[in-house]
T-cell receptor, first 114, second 114 residues
Framework: SAVISQKPSRDICQRGTSLTIQCQVDSQVTMMFWYRQQPGQSLTLIATANQGSEATYESGFVIDKFPISRPNLTFSTLTVSNMSPEDSSIYLC???????????FGQGTRLTVV | AQSVSQHNHHVILSEAASLELGCNYSYGGTVNLFWYVQYPGQHLQLLLKYFSGDPLVKGIKGFEAEFIKSKFSFNLRKPSVQWSDTAEYFCAVRTTSGTYKYIFGTGTRLKVLA
C-alpha cells in the first residue's frame, strides 16, 4: 500500500491567483495522477505525471492552466493557475500500484475560489 | 467513449436492509474493476477489486460484487447494511490496454438510517 499526504487540505483563494498543491508519497512510484472532483460529480482525471517526462493531460485540461511538476519518484505538485470560481473543487492526488494492486488516494485539497 | 455509469445517485436505507448498487461500464477491452468508498471527511478507500478469476469477489466490511462480463456490469451488494456504511460509493474501471487510466462513475451517496 501507499500513504499519500496532500497539502494544503483546503484553501480559499482570490480569483486570478494561483495555488500549488503538493503530494508526497511514502514510497517510490512511477505514475502519479491528479484528479478533480467537482461538487456533486465524479473524479475526473486531469493528468498523469511520470518522473522524468512531461505530464500527459486529458482532454479539456492544459498545461498552462494546470502545470505539474514531478521532480522525483515520491513527490509531485499541481498548480491551479489564474483561478476562477469555476475552479472550486476538490483536487486529488493518486498513485497506482499497477498489476495486482489498486490506486491509492490522498485526502484531497478542497479549493474555494472567491 | 469509455464511461462508467452508476444508476443510483442517492440511496436511503434502514439498518439491516439489503443493498445493491448498480455499475455498468463501456469499454471494449480488458478491464480491472473496483469499488471505492469515501466516508464523510475521509479519503477514498478500496472496498474490493476484480482482476480475473471468480467473478464474485468479496471485499471488506461484508461487501461483495459480481462481474458479469456479458452485461458489462459490476454491481455492489451487501446483505445487511449498518449505519456506519453511510458514505459515498464509486465504481471505477482501469483500462489495461492502450491508454492506461482509471474511469470513475458519478458515485452513489448512501445514507443508512439507524
Amino acid at each position: 500500500s501507499a500513504v499519500i499526504s496532500q497539502k494544503p487540505s483546503r484553501d480559499i483563494c482570490q480569483r486570478g491567483t494561483s495555488l500549488t498543491i503538493q503530494c508526497q508519497v511514502d514510497s517510490q512510484v512511477t505514475m502519479m495522477f491528479w484528479y478533480r472532483q467537482q461538487p456533486g460529480q465524479s473524479l475526473t482525471l486531469i493528468a498523469t505525471a511520470n518522473q522524468g517526462s512531461e505530464a500527459t493531460y486529458e482532454s479539456g485540461f492544459v498545461i498552462d492552466k494546470f502545470p505539474i511538476s514531478r521532480p522525483n519518484l515520491t513527490f509531485s505538485t499541481l498548480t491551479v493557475s489564474n483561478m476562477s470560481p469555476e475552479d472550486s473543487s476538490i483536487y486529488l492526488c493518486s498513485v497506482d500500484g499497477w498489476m495486482n494492486t489498486e490506486a491509492f488516494f490522498g485526502q484531497g485539497t478542497r479549493l474555494t475560489v472567491v | 467513449a469509455q464511461s462508467v455509469s452508476q444508476h443510483n445517485h442517492h440511496v436511503i436505507l434502514s439498518e439491516a436492509a439489503s443493498l445493491e448498487l448498480g455499475c455498468n461500464y463501456s469499454y471494449g477491452g480488458t478491464v480491472n474493476l473496483f469499488w471505492y468508498v469515501q466516508y464523510p471527511g475521509q479519503h477514498l478507500q478500496l472496498l474490493l477489486k476484480y482482476f480475473s478469476g471468480d467473478p464474485l469477489v468479496k471485499g471488506i466490511k461484508g461487501f461483495e460484487a459480481e462481474f458479469i462480463k456479458s452485461k458489462f456490469s459490476f454491481n455492489l451488494r451487501k446483505p445487511s447494511v449498518q449505519w456506519s456504511d453511510t458514505a459515498e460509493y464509486f465504481c471505477a474501471v482501469r483500462t489495461t490496454s492502450g491508454t492506461y487510466k482509471y474511469i470513475f462513475g458519478t458515485g452513489t451517496r448512501l445514507k443508512v438510517l439507524a
